[in-house]
């Protein structure tokens, strides 16, 4: 087992699907991240448990005092109670922090998922100056901004008007699912579908052309007044970054965009960030 400094983080990032969670010392992910199931469904008890084991099995018996735990909105961040009731229903005005820190020991705290995110992708990217957006495509669609180091907002992208809807409607994992599906009559994992593409089928290729050209536009219209230099994609979606990069960057020229569209290469940039927020926080004071 490797040692890890006093500063190490353990993160466990939580999504509507899976969680991920792992020791970062440094900006370095120390080994292969625990990986499973959310079990959102689940009673409060079992879910806490659930959350309680994978921060452990990171640990791997490493001492880690610090534990940041990033979680969707909406969320008392600070109290560390969820206000979320379209998954994690029993964990709605539960207070989470107090049963985790019985569990975990140590400091536990609570940020934002997306801006965790953000902060990954834009370590990633050597933490530049300039303004970079993260956009995470998986069963959702998130979104960030950092501007010199600091977060500025931005995470909204889902709820935002397109195209007689919301941008989440055209840009997510059951989008495009949706979009094989009506092609094709047949349903399919966006996985199955990265490997059909991967095959040269034309369904599955179409299928990723038009999810590029949703993704390109709306990142044009919802960043156009942060004009990032670099928008980085992250999230599941992106293993399939060579269907998607030509027409999202295609579309997003078109409709005006002034930067590029990247694919991270983390495959949990929340991990890395929610380290880096979380060593802010106790830098603070807070």
């Known amino acids: 087992m490797r040692e890890v400094s006093a500063n190490a983080v353990v993160v466990l990032d939580v999504g509507g699907t899976t969680i991920a969670a792992a020791v970062i010392d440094g900006d370095e992910v120390v080994g292969e991240p625990v990986r499973g199931p959310s079990r959102e469904a689940d009673d409060a008890a079992s879910i806490i448990d659930h959350f309680a084991a994978a ?9 880690v005092e610090l534990a940041v735990v990033a979680v969707p909105a909406p969320f008392d961040y600070a109290r560390g109670v969820s206000h979320m009731e379209h998954k994690f229903a029993s964990l709605s005005g539960v207070e989470l922090g107090p049963a985790l820190r019985d569990r975990l020991g140590g ?5 934002n998922d997306a801006e ?3 902060f990954g992708t834009w370590i990633e990217l050597g933490r530049p100056d300039a303004p ?13 901004l950092v501007v010199g180091g600091e977060f500025a907002g931005h995470n909204e992208i889902w709820c935002w008007p397109y195209e007689g809807g919301i941008v ?9 699912s949706e979009s094989y599906l009506r092609r094709t009559e047949r349903d399919r994992a966006v996985a199955e579908i990265g490997t059909l593409a991967d095959d040269g089928d034309e369904d599955a290729l179409a299928t990723f052309d038009e999810f590029g050209r949703h993704l390109g536009a709306a990142a044009a219209a919802y960043f156009a007044d942060a004009q990032p230099t670099i928008i980085s994609c992250a999230g599941g979606i ?8 030509p027409a999202a960057s295609a579309a997003y020229r078109t409709a ?12 949990d940039p929340a991990l890395v ?14």
């Open 168 to 176: 989440e409607n055209r840009v997510s994992s059951h989008a495009l």
């Open 273 to 286: 960030g929610g380290a880096e927020l979380g060593r802010r926080f106790l830098a603070n004071g807070a």
């Open 132 to 144: 970079v957006a993260t956009l995470t495509l998986g069963t959702g669609v998130g979104s960030g």
């Open 107 to 111: 400091v536990v705290i609570f940020v």
């Open 55 to 63: 921060v452990d099995r990171a640990r791997d018996g490493r001492v």
């Open 116 to 118: 965790g995110a953000s």
């Open 238 to 245: 992106t293993g399939a970054w060579r269907h998607v990069e």
């Open 256 to 267: 005006g965009g002034t930067g590029r569209i990247v694919g991270s290469k983390l495959p």
